[in-house]
């Protein structure tokens, strides 16, 4: 009986070789005897010693490999492929195959910078019916909302959950001919330039209600929450600036050093690593930030006719009702008294342990990656300011922002996720923002659960993420006394609850000011009042305007102990916060609490 032929694609230049043979080794090391692998590297520019190596070392009964020049077939369309960035135009030689290969009615594509943890026989067996592909879900489009707008807006996909990424590729050859697809891709080559994902973004626009999304254990990227178990993974792909060639502590990096390890081109791909320069690896992380800013720009050229009238027509607009049960929520909290309790309930939280955290970012390439998330954090906090999502009316007090010359715990009223992006922009405008980092304080499950940009906000710009373990809690305060120490400052939201919109100041915790006084830095009160602006935000109610209000700093005295200190800032803090909330409302603080004020009183002593 005839063994069943499993045609599998890769298109590489001489630079991807030593990563070729690693995803060729890794799939030769899970393949099976009962299956011919005919592997077809397409190419135009590989030199004959790397074809002979990788044939010599990889060709067997089973496995069948030949190098496909495409220089005269391709000639004619070189020109009109765009790419950025490391990007070649390789990438887009996948799209030629249905028609190079009129023999096959069905093949695999990867990328070369993969390893196969599963026989790839699996991949090609499953059905695909009369679906053009079948592909995994692009794990950065679902990741980062600038990205699920560009692909929803831009590509044309009518839900970003269904955009896939091309890296591998179940290629339903036999429809792709019928469909007529080189035809179609050729001309919005004609037509349409995507900026962002090239080839990719043809491939999903042209593809469009006509994949099978397969699981996204044949397309795993690094850069999740959790490192997923050998027995979840069939395929892994180092994608965008993942790749542990350039960086260390890549996740899964230790299956691809396995299989390099037995590859030919080991000794190269040790030089390319130690080689590799931090100004290099620096450039590859403002990739993935320029990236985003492109996706942004993209998006705002294009009209979103999604949008109805009625959204359209402020006035028409029907408030949101889970706004209206957050306000009814924080309602009933107030006359109960609960004002240390959140209003919107958080997602389950998964325990943030002492080993998966480094608060202070020692190695390079959370260094690296923490500069990136700050720049791209940057630009989301340009489009937000630029497109009225976040409304600053005036910042009142600068100059005591300037004025600390030591370390600072910056403490602020919570009643809006986007407030941190509020005093975020302060700080930038400050002298100190020059020579100062300053850190912001967030909970566990905002870093060990929260989804999309903001998830990835949480994890790697300056954030301190506190935590329920008490060895994690240990370093979180070696962290913060070295920060403080270092002359940085850190953000506390010392009323330790979040309020949708809510005005008043609640009663404060300790936190923020046992820290100060332990290290002896002063407290720099800044609280944030609001008014109605004349835009309309999506769940009906007025978007916010703000005045930041930032008061002069707050130092303990020498003569107090840490307890007294921590007592007095926090008395002083609040006060400041009540009178400038009187002042600015022209209403005096009062609860619906009963007995409201002596329990306010109480809580601040």
Not at 35 to 44: E, P, R
Not at 119 to 144: F, M, R
Not at 467 to 495: C, H, W
Not at 547 to 561: G, V
């Amino acid at each position: 009986m005839d063994k069943q032929n499993i045609p599998v694609f890769f298109a590489v230049d001489d630079g991807y070789m030593p990563f070729l043979a690693v995803v060729i080794q890794s799939l030769i090391d899970n393949s099976s005897k009962d299956y011919i692998y005919d592997l077809k590297i397409l190419y135009t520019k590989i030199s004959d010693e790397n074809q002979s190596r990788i044939k010599n070392k990889y060709e067997s009964d089973n496995v069948k490999i030949e190098f496909v020049d495409l220089n005269n077939y391709l000639e004619k369309f070189f020109d009109k492929f765009y790419t950025r960035d490391y990007y070649s135009k390789t990438t887009y030689y996948r799209l030629f195959i249905p028609d190079l290969y009129p023999e096959f009615d069905k093949a695999i594509y990867l990328d070369s910078d993969m390893a196969v943890l599963t026989d790839v026989a699996n991949l090609y067996n499953i059905d695909l019916g009369n679906n053009l592909v079948g592909a995994s879900t692009d794990g950065a489009v679902q990741a980062i909302p600038p990205f699920q707008e560009y692909v929803e807006k831009v590509v044309g996909m009518a839900d970003s959950k269904s955009y896939f990424n091309a890296g591998m590729l179940l290629m339903n050859l036999d429809e792709l001919r019928k469909f007529k697809f080189q035809e179609k891709f050729l001309y919005l080559l004609e037509t349409v330039k995507f900026a962002v994902a090239q080839d990719q973004d043809y491939l999903n626009r042209i593809c469009k209600g006509r994949t099978l999304i397969l699981p996204g254990s044949w397309n795993t990227m690094p850069g999740g929450l959790v490192e997923e178990s050998k027995d979840n993974l069939n395929i892994i792909h180092y994608n965008l600036s993942y790749k542990p060639w350039h960086f260390d502590n890549i996740m899964y990096q230790d299956y691809f050093w396995y299989y390099a390890k037995k590859t030919d081109y080991y000794d190269e791909i040790l030089k390319i690593k130690n080689e590799y320069t931090d100004e290099q690896r620096n450039n590859d992380l403002l990739a993935g930030e320029r990236l985003i800013e492109l996706a942004i720009k993209e998006a705002e050229c294009v009209g979103d006719d999604r949008i109805s009238k009625k959204q359209e027509i402020a006035d028409d607009i029907e408030k949101s009702k889970d706004r209206l049960e957050i306000l009814k929520k924080i309602e009933e909290l107030e006359k109960q008294g609960k004002f240390d309790s959140d209003a919107e309930e958080d997602p389950p939280t998964r325990p943030l342990m002492a080993k998966s955290i480094d608060y202070l970012r020692k190695g390079s390439y959370k260094k690296l990656k923490t500069a990136l998330a700050n720049r791209v954090g940057k630009g989301y906090l340009n489009s937000l300011l630029r497109n009225d999502k976040l409304l600053i009316k005036e910042i009142k007090g600068l100059e005591y922002l300037d004025k600390v010359t030591t370390g600072a715990v910056v403490t602020c009223n919570h009643f809006n996720p986007y407030d941190c992006f509020a005093i975020e922009s302060t700080y930038r405008k400050s002298e100190n923002a020059k020579s100062k980092k300053l850190y912001k304080v967030i909970r566990e499950g905002n870093y060990t659960n929260f989804p999309g940009l903001y998830g990835f906000f949480f994890r790697n710009c300056d954030t301190l993420p506190l935590s329920s373990s008490n060895r994690t809690m240990i370093k979180f305060l070696k962290a913060v006394d070295t920060i403080l120490q270092k002359g940085d400052f850190i953000l506390m939201y010392p009323e330790q609850s979040l309020w949708w919109n809510y005005k008043k100041p609640k009663p404060l915790k300790n936190g923020a000011f046992k820290l100060a006084a332990r290290n002896h830095v002063p407290i720099i009160p800044i609280f944030i009042t609001m008014e109605d602006s004349d835009i309309i935000g999506n769940d009906g109610f007025p978007v916010q305007q703000y005045t930041i209000n930032i008061s002069e700093p707050i130092y303990p005295e020498d003569t107090l102990s840490e307890g007294l200190n921590a007592k007095a800032l926090k008395e002083k803090n609040f006060q400041i916060w009540k009178n400038i909330y009187e002042e600015f409302y022209k209403i005096p603080l009062e609860y619906t609490t009963e007995n409201a004020i002596v329990e306010v009183i109480n809580e601040n002593k």
